[in-house]
Structures are given as C-alpha cells and as structure tokens.
C-alpha cells in the first residue's frame, strides 16, 4: 500500500493487495491508480490504510452468524459521525465494485444489513468531491461563491442533485439525497457587511418560514441593563427570533431577565449556590428542552446553554445570528422531511442526524468540539426515539 502526496493524499494499492479481495477490473484500476483520498469530511479511509483489505467476515468475532451476503464484503472505510466520531463502517463488494455501508453489531451479528452508498468508488469519489466542492464554493461550485439566498439554494441543490442522478442512474442513495437537499441550506445567508454578527439572516425569512406573528421582535425597554452587546439588541429589534422554535421556547415575557433575576423571581430558592458567577450578566432567552436554559452572555453576544442537571454552562451558539440559523435549519428540515413523506427521518435517521449536525457546522463551529466533549445541538440532532428532526 501507498499513500501519495499530490495536494491531497490518496491511498493505492498494489497488485498484491488486491488480491484475492477485489476480482472486479474497473475497481481494481482504480485502487491500483487513482486511488482514494485518505480523508475527508464526509468520510474516512483510515482504516483501509491501516488495515489494509480484509472482509467482515474477519473483521467479526461470530462471523458464522453474519449474513451471507455480508461476509465477504470488505471494510475499506467508515461515514463521518458527528464531531468527527466514525458512523457507520463503509464496505467494497469485491466481485462487484458496488460500495454499502453497515453498522457492525458485534453482540448480533445476524441483524446486520447494508445500505446502498455508489455503485463504484470513481462514483464515490466524485460523489464526495461534488459535496465538498459545494460546501466550498469551489471547482464545479465555484459560480455560488458570494452568492446568498433562497435562490443560490434552490440552485446548488439542483446542481448537487443533477451529479447524484447521473452517476446512479436516477436511483439516489438516501445519504446522497439527504446531502443534495439539506447541505445547500447553508447558503441561505451569508456575512453582513459590518461583519458584527456570523450571519445576515432578514426578518422576511423567518417570517416566511415560521409564520407572520409568530417570530417576536423586541423593543429596547424589554432588554436588562446587562444587556450591552449591541449586534445582539438590533438583532432582536429587527430581525427577532421565533417564539416556537421546536427544540427552544423564547420567553415572551418582558422585560426579559437575567438568569440570576429569573430564579430570584420565578423559582425562588432554587439553584441558589449552583449559578454561575456571571449570572447577572447573563439574559435569558427561553427554554431548552430537558430542563435547559438559552441565555445570551450581555457583554459578548454569545449564545450558551445553561444546564440545570448539571448546574454548567455549555456553549450553544456562536452568536444570535447563528441561533437563529439553527433554529431555521431544524424547521425547514421538518418542511422538506414532510413534503416527501417522512422519508429522510423513516429510512436512514443517523445519516440525517450527521448532515444536520455537519451542515451547521459550516456555518457555526461551536458544535465541532473535540470528540466527546458535549453539545446540545449534536446531542438532540441524533435522539432518534425521541424524534427530534
């Protein structure tokens, strides 16, 4: 095995590797010359570097109890999970040059199956290249760079799709589809001019998304002294923020308080030694969830989660701008998940769980924290019983 080095690495392999795992020509030419990029953001090859070729047969502690259609199915990769955790384990039809992915359950083997992911790995490859050629707004994307708005999404994902369709023949894998549909999303705003907040998000996007009177719009009596971020106070004077946002409730009663005044007056006696130190310095939004708090530091702008399990602050967001980003993503993904049925969150919901959580963090990276560290928007994008997308 090689790894080459011409800009991006790739993975190759020799004659003698390949053999006898891969039988199929086209798939051996290109593992013995293009190759494969040894990472990327959607997936990773890590383990056809270290590994090399080997089945899930070998790579199984019962595989006798393994199906037969996945025995000999090689392991050349995984999905990327969340935070950049590995999902779900991606294998090589070695007779076919078709391309699945599986999730090995070591304590039941026999319930294993496969998902279809490209019907080659050039397919694959260009599959992955026409994604992160989007999400950059490079090469064959490089026309949406600048470009922000309903319209650059709808385009992109036609783009996007048009690749998909063409390389399966119509027959679009639902990890493929999920991409052509919800990653353009990101491009539905981008930087205002002054550059004070992430996002130029307007008023006329969440109220067409959310509903006229239902996004609430805030005048500066409402807003505590502390509360001298001034991106954040013209934020929620112009723009607003929706008073339902699914997984957040926005308190709509003002003025809007300190998270110290909010216990002192609605719950008094609780948490009184566990807030933190900058609890007067801290305004509450709304409510999360499981017993969670949405406040904004006042000085800074910053959006946190306050956990009353766990007495902690976390970081939410970047910033108001990116709040209501998500909290726009997670609705226009209920639209599009209803407008086909439910079949994004019916077939593949951890798939789903990975493209929501990575296409927000191209636009807000505080939910890419170091694998294991915890965040509230990655943690509820993947409850799956609890049916939160």
């Known amino acids: 095995m090689s790894t080459t080095d011409t800009g991006t690495k790739t993975i190759t392999l020799t004659e003698g590797e390949l053999d006898p795992y891969v039988a199929h020509t086209p798939t051996r030419r290109w593992l013995a010359g293009p190759g494969l ?14 590994d090399g070729l080997r089945t899930v047969a070998d790579s199984t502690g019962d595989p006798d109890r393994l199906p037969e259609s996945l025995r000999d199915q090689l392991v050349i990769g995984a999905l990327r999970g969340p935070a950049g955790a590995e999902a779900e384990s991606v294998l090589l039809d070695g007779a076919t040059g078709e391309v699945s992915t599986t999730y090995f359950l070591h304590d039941r083997p026999d319930l294993m199956d496969r998902r279809p992911l490209a019907p080659s790995l050039r397919t694959l490859t260009e599959f992955v290249t026409a994604t992160e050629e989007m999400t950059a707004r490079r090469g064959q994307f490089a026309a949406y760079e600048g470009r922000f708005g309903p319209k650059a999404v709808t385009e992109a994902s036609r783009q996007l799709r048009t690749v998909f369709e063409e390389g399966t023949g119509g027959e679009v894998p639902p990890f493929w589809r999920m991409a052509a549909l919800i990653r353009p999303l990101a491009l539905i705003a981008g930087p205002p001019a002054d550059s004070a907040l992430t996002l130029d998000l307007s008023a006329r996007l969440l109220d067409q998304e959310f509903g006229q009177g239902r996004v609430v719009r805030f005048e500066d009596v409402d807003f505590p002294a502390a509360l001298t971020h001034e991106p954040t106070r013209r934020f929620l004077r112009e723009t607003g923020l929706p008073e339902d946002g699914h997984l957040f409730q926005l308190d709509t009663d003002v003025p809007l308080p300190t998270l110290a005044e909010y216990y002192e007056d609605e719950r008094p006696g609780e948490y009184t030694d566990e807030l933190p130190d900058t609890a007067d310095h801290l ?8 017993d969670n708090s949405l406040v904004v530091d006042g000085a800074t702008g910053a959006i946190l989660n306050w956990s009353e399990p766990e007495a902690t602050l976390y970081a939410l967001n970047t910033d108001i701008s990116t709040l209501a980003f998500t909290l ?5 993904e209920k639209t599009i998940d209803e407008s086909l049925s439910h079949a994004l969150t019916s077939e593949v919901y951890d798939q ?14 505080t939910g890419s924290a170091p694998q294991g560290e915890w965040h ?3 943690e509820l994008f993947q409850d799956e019983a609890g049916g939160v997308l």
């Open 328 to 332: 726009w993503l997670l609705h226009r």
């Open 37 to 50: 990029p040894d990472d990327s953001g959607l997936l990773t090859f890590e383990a056809l570097r270290v």
């Open 283 to 290: 305004i509450r939004l709304g409510h999360l969830i499981e």
């Open 352 to 365: 789903l769980a990975t493209t929501m959580t990575q296409t927000l963090s191209t636009i807000d990276p």
């Open 376 to 378: 509230y928007w990655t």
